[in-house]
């Protein structure tokens, strides 16, 4: 998607009750991801969406760290190491992964914390450009980074900055801007309009030709049985061809 179709963030206004309602039925659509959804509210980025969404359902954020659990934690990493799996054990609740990133996050006392130089920013660029957004070997590659901050840094900042590319999730999409899904659905019920018109043609036009005086009970079953048989069986299927010799017989009778 060019960046060209995208406008400039919008400014903080609160939401209305249209918006929420209209919001709350388009995450019925599973396939909506929030850059669609944030596409049909106008105004509003997808991130505004996604904010607004976690509000309006109740999410429940996560349990935050107590200074307990930091101290245990702290401990349990001087005894086993980096067994995150096994240090989770002695915690209610926690994940090897939740007790990991905590850990590297916000404990490591060999943490950097210090303002991100240039050297840095360009190596980030490079090995992103390199291996793509595999944060734990990029991080190695640094001084003592944590992989957040890293993954922070690239798409906060670098991202835009080296690579000129904006987070689409901080701008608001055109309105003018079709959507594919749609435009893709009115061309498919086009279509299938058009195929309807072309098999009814030359299926009608037997009819309108024949007399219905003449036979009136072989044009009532003619009618009933194109009505049953799909639109999609071929044309020579629809033929009824046991007309044709009932209507012989009755015009040799007269």
């Not at 599973?30 to 106008?42: F, G, L, M, N």
């Not at 590659?141 to 904006?166: D, G, M, P, T």
Request: charged share 25%; hydrophobic share 25%; net charge positive.
């Amino acid at each position: 998607m060019s960046l060209n179709s995208y406008s400039s963030s919008s400014q903080r206004k609160p939401w209305t009750p249209s918006e929420d309602r209209l919001l709350s039925e388009l995450k019925k659509n599973k396939e909506y991801d929030w850059i669609e959804v944030a596409r049909r509210i106008e105004g509003r980025n997808p991130s505004q969406c996604s904010q607004r969404w976690k509000r309006i359902k109740g999410f429940k954020l996560r349990r935050t760290w107590t200074k307990e659990e930091d101290t245990k934690l702290l401990e349990l990493v001087n005894i086993h190491g980096s067994n995150w799996c096994l240090i989770s054990t002695y915690f209610e609740k926690r994940s090897g992964k939740q007790v990991r990133e905590h850990y590297l996050n916000q404990l490591d006392p060999q943490i950097n914390t210090s303002p991100w130089s240039m050297e840095e920013d360009k190596k980030i660029v490079e090995l992103y450009q390199s291996i793509g957004g595999k944060w734990s070997v990029i991080t190695k590659a640094l001084n003592q980074r944590s992989e957040n901050s890293v993954k922070n840094r690239f798409y906060s900042c670098l991202r835009h900055k080296y690579l000129n590319i904006k987070n689409p999730y901080y701008i608001v999409p055109e309105k003018k801007q079709k959507l594919n899904e749609e435009e893709s659905q009115q061309n498919q019920n086009f279509q299938e309009q058009q195929n309807i018109t072309a098999i009814q043609q030359p299926i009608q036009q037997p009819i309108q030709q024949s007399s219905i005086e003449q036979v009136p009970n072989y044009v009532q079953i003619y009618q009933n049985c194109l009505y049953q048989i799909p639109i999609y069986v071929p044309q020579p299927i629809l033929m009824p061809v046991y007309i044709y010799p009932s209507q012989f017989q009755l015009n040799n009778q007269q």
